[in-house]
């Protein structure tokens, strides 16, 4: 029976390179020279240091910027407020990854109400569909392509 995966990833290595680029042109850039700004990757969140509140707001464009050359969507930060005191400033980007039992729920009724030949089984961090037909399948995934979810969705594992 034809199915595939629906599940959100992040490529770790793309993540580490998007972040390193981001350090690189913090150094290079003449409004941040010798300010001790920087991002600092730890699994999935990344944390900005700079000395006051502006500062941080541009790094996370230049961040966001390097992130999409990277093909990582920018729709899975999750940008926490910024802690400032005197002395520094500094923000947390948390990467949503993985779809947790409420979007999975969605992304089940979603298919449901669509009133598609196909069935969806919610397995851990990913939505296996299944149907008879690869038409169906092909469907599904349009119309999961056309709606909005507070995370990118990957279609993988597709078997015949």
């Known amino acids: 029976m034809p199915s595939f995966d629906v599940a959100s990833e992040i490529n770790s290595h793309e993540l580490a390179n998007a972040v390193d680029q981001s350090n690189r042109e913090l150094s290079q850039r003449f409004d941040f020279r010798d300010t001790g700004a920087k991002y600092e990757l730890e699994e999935h969140t990344i944390t ?56 999975g729920k969605q992304i089940s009724r979603l298919i449901k109400d669509a ?13 296996r569909v299944t149907g008879k037909q690869r038409d169906d399948l092909q469907a599904a995934m349009a119309l999961l392509r056309k709606s909005q979810f ?3 969705l990957q279609f993988e594992n597709f078997r015949d």
């Open 48 to 103: 900005l240091h700079a000395q006051v509140e502006f500062q941080l707001k541009q790094m996370l464009d230049v961040l966001k910027v390097k992130l999409g050359k990277r093909g990582i969507d920018v729709a899975c930060l999750e940008e926490k407020d910024a802690e400032t005191n005197l002395a520094a400033a500094r923000q947390q980007v948390i990467l949503r990854h993985g779809i947790d039992h409420e979007t």
């Open 115 to 127: 009133k598609l030949k196909v069935q969806s089984a919610i397995q851990g961090e990913k939505v």
């Open 150 to 152: 507070d995370r990118p």
